[in-house]
């Protein structure tokens, strides 16, 4: 028998992966279950109200159903809104995902930086209060996306998705003078985890080099300390994908490199 630990990872779709990815990296003797709450996609076209009433009783079901050992909260709208409740109602440890405006403030060099997010996510108090408390005298530009996340879940999907689509989606964070190295955006948050889904397109249609910052390494760092240290022994150390419609998401070949190349369940 192994110890291998329970590792549940949740988001509105199928960004929650760009996360899992890098979970999986850091804790291959763990079994992974990632739900996907495809049944509520995506949470930025609902109330705060309605996605916190959704969410907190969903993941007591899912932590009944999969005794997790910790849960990711793969999702910068979820996290922002409904941490705080479910950490309230659960004993189970959370980590959470929420915009990393704080290394990308540290980082930049220009001192401009841009926060790609769903519009509920830029436009949340506690995305707000980053700002204040960790611009470091950064000019901070929220842009707020309506199809982003749609747009790179089709895409994953296998669905044409054309370059000026994304373009529109992206092209407000890029602010100054774009002859001008010294004086214009040089970090962009990525503040949903769909969005890496996107980072090559999102890189080569950029109007001139940035860096981009992904949280899902230090999510990956954060579960791996929670958890404490790795066991040896593996062999029972597996994953599966739950969608909340019920659906047969009929991605494997798509989906396995996301689980480190193991077989879903």
Known sequence: MTNSPTILVFD????GLTVLREVVAARSDAHFVYVADDAFFPYGHHSEDEIIARVVPLMGELIGMHDPDIVVIACNTASTLVLSHLRAAY???FVGTVPAIKPACAQSKTRRVSVLGTKGTVKREYTKALIRDFAQGCEVTLVGSPELASLAEAALGGHPISDNDILAELAPC????AEDAGARTDTIVLACTHYPLLLDRLKRLAPWPVDWIDPAP??????????????RD??????????TSNR???????LTPFFGGRALA
């Not at 593996?234 to 969608?243: P, R």
Request: charged share 10%; net charge neutral.
């Open 12 to 15: 509105s779709g199928l960004g």
């Open 91 to 93: 004993s189970v440890p």
């Open 174 to 177: 890029f602010v100054g003078d």
């Open 218 to 231: 230090a999510i990956a760092r954060r579960v791996s300390d929670l958890l404490g240290a790795p066991g």
């Open 234 to 243: 593996i062999a029972q150390a597996g994953a599966a994908m739950i969608f």
């Open 248 to 254: 047969v998401h009929g991605l494997s070949a798509t």
